[in-house]
């Protein structure tokens, strides 16, 4: 899936508020200005770790469910089955905690495969 | 039927006529057709819907990038399957080749196809578990079998990419 950024869902984590002008050097030497960003968002937001939690799903196969894990995570074959185990035992795991950003693209990701993937934000 | 990997691609010969169809089904199978269950499964919530605001988000940014990526993969099975076209009604067995670089869109298109059958007929864990279920009776029979037999080729090709 792509990787590319969207508008909306997944720019919150990168913009935080800025203060004064940005100045950007291109490959070409020239200088750009930038002007600063008014959008702001709490602390809370940006800060606090979000969770991407697999869910239980009959219909996936086990092996179809390892080798997403493997694919989306980079996790070696061992680590991708212990929480395909767990999420099928357990009804859930959770895969990976972090930003915002990077959060929402591996469950889009895992959507693309057809898991039943949420993002959740630690409390 | 027989089924061998081959360099290039996943060869599935002796197909009877009944297989041949159920793999003709796959393209029409994976379409939800406005089945709200179905529609729900595929196109999952991204976070608890008190998330209002991302799963807004994700509803106008996200989902019509996966509509297309699973209409991809539908369509490019559906060009697969036309080596299956011609003479519906002979009896005789066909062969079916399943190019390498296509084994991850018929993965996404079985995939489809089993998730949307199984919402469209509500079938329990259990259900699911059954593999010893004949084909030959009610029509829940039957989509029960097509998706052990979609699973059976999804496990095959699973097998062939891990090498």
């Known amino acids: 899936m792509s990787r590319e950024p969207r508008r909306g869902v997944g720019c919150r984590a990168q913009s935080k508020e800025t203060e004064g002008t940005t100045h950007i050097l291109d490959e070409t030497g020239s200088v750009t200005t930038a002007e600063p960003t008014t959008e702001t968002h709490s602390e809370e937001d940006i800060d606090l770790p979000w969770q991407v939690v697999v869910h239980n799903d009959p219909v996936n196969l086990m092996s179809y469910v390892t080798m997403v894990f493997q694919r989306v995570f980079g996790y070696p074959r061992e680590k991708a089955e212990r929480h395909m185990l767990e999420v099928h035992h357990k009804g859930h795991s959770v895969l990976w905690a972090g930003m915002r950003e990077p959060a929402e693209l591996y469950v889009q990701q895992l959507h693309g495969y057809l898991l039943l993937a949420t993002l959740e934000k630690i409390s | ?163």
Request: aromatic letters at 8%.
């Open chain 2, 1 to 163: 039927m027989e089924i061998c990997r081959h360099k290039d691609h996943i060869e599935i010969s002796e197909l009877d006529p009944f297989l041949a169809e159920l793999l003709r089904q796959i393209p029409a199978s994976a379409s939800p057709d406005g089945v709200l269950a179905a529609e729900q499964r595929l196109f999952s919530s991204p976070a608890n819907r008190k998330e209002t605001e991302l799963c807004a988000e994700w509803k106008v940014y996200v989902e019509p990038e996966l509509r297309r990526l699973f209409q991809s993969a539908t369509e490019t099975v559906a060009a697969d399957l036309e080596q299956l076209n011609g003479n519906e009604k002979s009896l005789a067995n066909r062969t079916l080749r399943i190019p390498a670089k296509h084994a991850d869109a018929w993965l996404s298109a079985l995939n489809q196809a089993r998730l949307v059958i199984a919402a469209k007929n509500n079938f329990t864990e259990g259900e699911l578990g059954d593999h010893l279920r004949s084909p030959i009776g009610s029509r829940r029979d039957l989509s029960l079998f097509q998706i052990n037999f979609y699973g059976f080729l999804q496990e095959f090709i699973l097998r062939d990419l891990g090498g």
